[in-house]
């Protein structure tokens, strides 16, 4: 008997989200003999709860799935919801009902590391209650930062944007003959993976950015004055990359120095503002001028600085996703395994969504360089496959066209 797949977004959006969702959209109706509808959850499953979703196999055309395809942000719309830790709530048996009562058999959750809890929860509570609705995981998140897989959909753009947004904002920088130091502040809460990314905007040894710090290195202020009154001997237009959670060998962020940090639904500090700290520290230690930039929310959302290899993994993520819950995994995320560097290759598997929740993939310490300031080039053949390729984007007097649900 056929079923129907639901699918969602979940968490922060990426620039390539969307091409998941297209994968999933697509491949599903691939297989019609298993497969009735497909439905979207809008505004994931907080939006559900609330029955708001829309039938993707009857209301959107080939032409408009490509745009999807490489629209930024969450067609369906996202959410940050956390599903009860206690598996006897009386959510779960209400969220069952629902999803029974359109004839769910398959459920797919596009998104990071809270929304692979929640895969891990349904899954669970499915087990134990003898349900045959099955649940995946479809990796995404800028943050590079999902255990079990060599990386994520969405940190090649990002990756991507971080570099070049560095290389012009150095040129911008390089115009003056005066010292002057630019912190540039850079997401990632506990892993460095997209400040690492900045080193890319270098075009030759001892270019900037001169300076990087991630959150897998203590920072110690001591230590970063010496760095930088070397790096203004080299220069006298310092860049200095920063992650948003970098702290010092006591555990305290950075960017609580300035005001303390506030918590979001999960727990989670949000964080901002240590760029700003490490401005006035500069201005006030070395009496120089000294600005901070806050890339924020650019880093995953620029639908213009996207790569193609990340276009196209992140729709492979979401057809494989199909073709293997049809097969019957559940309690799974879908991975990319990498098989080489050189040609670059990678192959789709399965690892149990129970080990990559609740986890964060750090950045490797061996490639962290001199002191927690720099970035080894043996980074370089890992990331520098992901950024490739420009797709070929969808343009209307001089700007992109991009999808927005009805």
């Given amino acids: ?75 369906l719309g996202s959410c940050r919801y956390k599903l009860p830790k206690d598996l006897t709530s009386p959510f779960y048996p209400t969220l069952f009902r ?62 991507k944007y971080v570099a070049s947004t560095v290389r012009e904002i150095s040129l911008d920088a390089s115009v003056y003959q005066q010292q002057a130091v630019t912190i540039i502040e850079l997401m990632g809460r506990g892993a460095g993976w997209l400040t690492a990314a900045s080193v890319l905007a270098r075009k030759y040894e001892k270019d ?70 490490l401005e006035n520290f500069v201005r006030n230690h070395f009496g120089i001028k000294a600005r901070s930039v806050e890339v924020n929310v650019s880093q995953r959302c620029s639908g213009m600085v996207l790569s193609q290899t990340d276009v196209e993994e992140a729709a492979l993520a979401g057809s494989f996703g199909v073709q293997s819950i049809l097969n019957g995994a559940t309690g799974k995320m879908v991975a990319f395994s990498r098989r080489t560097d050189q040609p670059y290759s990678i192959e789709c598997t399965l690892v149990d969504v129970n080990e990559v929740c609740n986890r964060e993939k750090p950045f490797p310490t061996h490639w962290i360089t001199k002191h927690g300031s720099n970035i080894s080039p043996d980074f370089l053949p890992y990331v520098l496959p992901l950024i490739q390729g420009e797709p070929k984007r969808h343009m209307s007097q001089g700007l992109p066209v991009y999808a927005y649900r009805r």
């Fill in 1 to 75: 008997m056929k079923k129907n797949i639901l699918v969602g977004q979940s968490g922060g959006p990426t620039a390539v989200i969307n091409a998941s969702l297209y994968g999933v959209v697509t491949e599903g109706m691939e297989h019609l003999d298993d497969i009735e509808h497909v439905y979207g959850m809008v505004n994931g499953i907080e939006g559900f709860l609330k029955d708001t979703y829309l039938d993707l196999s009857l209301g959107l055309t080939q032409k408009e799935l490509e745009l999807i395809k490489l629209t930024p942000a969450a067609y």
């Fill in 98 to 159: 629902k999803l029974e009562a359109l004839d769910i058999g398959y459920f797919l959750y596009i998104g990071g590391n809270d929304s692979m809890d929640t895969v891990s929860k349904l899954s669970r509570y499915a087990a134990q209650v003898g349900s045959s609705i099955r649940f995946l995981g479809i990796p995404k998140t800028i943050d590079n930062d999902l255990m079990l897989t060599d990386h994520t959909p969405g940190y090649g753009s990002a990756a």
């Fill in 208 to 277: 900037n950015p001169l300076l990087i710090y991630l959150p897998e290195a203590p920072f110690d202020f001591q230590s970063f004055t010496g760095s930088l009154t070397e790096a203004l001997r080299q220069r006298p237009d310092v860049i200095v990359c920063v992650s948003e959670g970098i702290m010092d060998v006591s555990g305290r962020l950075i960017c609580e120095y300035n005001d303390e940090a506030r918590l979001d639904n999960f727990g989670h500090k949000m964080l901002t503002g240590c760029g700003k700290v």
